[in-house]
């Protein structure tokens, strides 16, 4: 299946800074990708969908000044979790939707870990 | 989207079949029923989809119940590396997103 990556894998900060997290679509071009935010015990939840060239939409609830989206190419979208605080804890998650694919799939990355301090 | 309803959680033998259930009544015409499975500390892995017929790949076969109101996850041989949340999920054809339930905690012993 097509590949997607996540840098970095964790990262550790002090609560007031901010974190960038790339996603990248290494073997397909996405239009669409998508971020996820999963706390200990519980299942994933949608935060937004990142469509490229145009505004990110965020799902009810999800700060949208706190959790910048760009997705500047087709295979590159990056969230930027600004003024981070100790919530703000959590494993993020990003997935591609491979248009080229028969199925129009959804991959998923790695994930990565944020602890703010 | 239609909403999916799993148990929290199963239990199996290393390599007996594993047959992971998942109830959706409200499925819709154009809804694909899709699993994906999260070992710890990782992101979803794709595991297989279908819309009316069973599917069968290399790693699972999903059968389909004929009214579409549930379907069953099965996993011919369970190993240890099986252990993970398996997530039941409809997606509209070419749909947007995909929302994820609670899941199946498969715990497989050896």
């Known amino acids: 299946g097509a590949v997607v990556s996540q840098h970095p894998s964790w990262v550790i900060c002090k609560s007031g800074t901010s974190v960038k997290i790339e996603c990248r679509s290494l073997?397909?071009?996405?239009?669409?990708m998508f971020w996820y935010r999963q706390f200990p015990k519980q299942s994933l939840m949608l935060m937004a969908t990142s469509n490229e060239g145009s505004k990110a939409t965020y799902e009810q609830g999800v700060e949208k000044d706190k959790f910048l989206i760009n997705h500047a190419s087709l295979t590159l979208s990056t969230l930027t979790v600004t003024s981070a605080h100790p919530e703000d804890s959590s494993f993020y998650i990003c997935s591609a939707r491979d248009l080229g694919g028969p199925y129009n799939e959804q991959f998923f990355g790695p994930g990565t870990r944020l602890t703010v301090l | 989207d239609a909403k999916t309803t799993q148990p929290n959680s199963m239990e199996s033998n290393e390599e007996e079949p594993v047959h992971l259930p998942c109830n959706h009544s409200?499925?819709?015409?154009?809804?694909?029923i899709h699993w994906y499975r999260q070992l710890p500390s990782q992101g979803p892995e794709y595991v297989i989809h279908?819309?009316?017929s069973n599917v069968n790949n290399r790693m699972a076969s999903l059968a389909i119940a004929e009214d579409r109101k549930s379907s069953t996850l099965i996993l011919h041989r369970a190993t240890l590396r099986d252990a993970a949340v398996y997530y039941c999920?409809?997606?509209?054809?070419?749909?947007?997103?995909?929302?994820f339930g609670a899941g199946t905690i498969l715990r497989v012993k050896s």
């Open positions: 279908g819309l009316t």
């Open positions: 073997d397909f071009q996405a239009t669409t």
């Open positions: 999920i409809l997606r509209r054809e070419y749909g947007n997103k995909l929302v």
């Open positions: 409200t499925i819709s015409g154009t809804d694909y």
